[in-house]
């Protein structure tokens, strides 16, 4: 089993519809959570950031933690053209000094 | 305040030949990490370093890599005798505290003839 899981996609969504991206996690002892943007041939951006169980919002993102189920997700409402990216989850395994990733979903925004 | 610093951004290296990666991270930030993409791929951790100590090397290939954070200058990644399936996007990142907050640069992409 993959320590941080992602559907790859591609995920098309209608331009001003809920984008809704999720990410499952193998290690019960994960502490942090974390959400990057990556456009294609660029870096990762830090787009959110979750430490406790609930949701989190800025902006038009809401991050979704639920540790008993060992699941996160990422919601982008009133989806708009700039958001197509491939988003990246990465998880902080406790005890651990690096950043696990999984291996992203595609999102497409259909004008 | 610059961010994270890497060069060069491309580079072209035959088999054989030795690439190194250079990272200058962030002003105020000790922790380095590095971290490699092959196409259509996710990150795929390969070392953590702070000033002039190698922390975890769990992700670093045994042979032919190797990786340093000298008390003055930037971290360098070091790769000997390259093979094709060396290939690859290289990104630093660098962090204030252990976190988590990663903040990457733009990626140096090895391409090997």
């Known amino acids: 089993q993959k320590e941080v899981e992602q559907n790859s996609g591609p995920l098309s969504v209608p331009e001003g519809a809920i984008a809704s991206l999720n990410c499952t996690y193998s290690?019960?002892?994960?502490?942090?959570f974390f959400w990057y943007r990556q456009y294609s041939g660029k870096s990762p951006e830090l787009i959110m950031s979750?430490?406790?169980?609930g949701d989190k919002e800025d902006g038009r993102f809401t991050a979704q933690l639920n540790k008993a189920s060992q699941y996160v997700s990422l919601l982008i409402r009133d989806s708009q053209p700039s958001d197509s990216a491939t988003y990246l989850c990465?998880?902080?395994?406790?005890?651990?000094?690096?950043?696990?990733f999984g291996t992203g979903t595609r999102l497409t925004i259909i004008p | 305040n610059a961010g994270v610093m890497q060069n060069p951004r491309h580079l072209v290296r035959r088999r054989g030949q030795e690439a190194r990666l250079r990272c200058s991270p962030m002003?105020?930030?000790?922790?380095v990490y590095w971290y490699r993409q092959l196409p259509e791929e996710g990150l795929k951790f390969m070392v953590y370093?702070?000033?002039?100590?190698?922390?975890?090397e769990s992700g670093m290939p045994k042979e032919r890599f190797s990786a340093e954070f000298p008390k003055e200058g930037p971290s360098i990644l070091r790769i000997q005798q390259v093979v094709r399936g060396d290939s690859a996007a290289y990104f630093c990142?660098?962090?204030?505290?252990?976190?988590?907050?990663?903040?990457f640069g733009e990626g140096s992409r090895l391409t090997v003839l």
């Open positions: 990142a660098s962090s204030p505290t252990i976190t988590g907050e990663l903040f």
């Open positions: 290690d019960r002892g994960s502490q942090s």
């Open positions: 979750i430490y406790s169980n």
């Open positions: 990465a998880v902080n395994i406790k005890g651990n000094e690096k950043l696990t």
């Open positions: 002003k105020g930030h000790s922790h």
């Open positions: 370093l702070q000033k002039e100590n190698i922390i975890d």
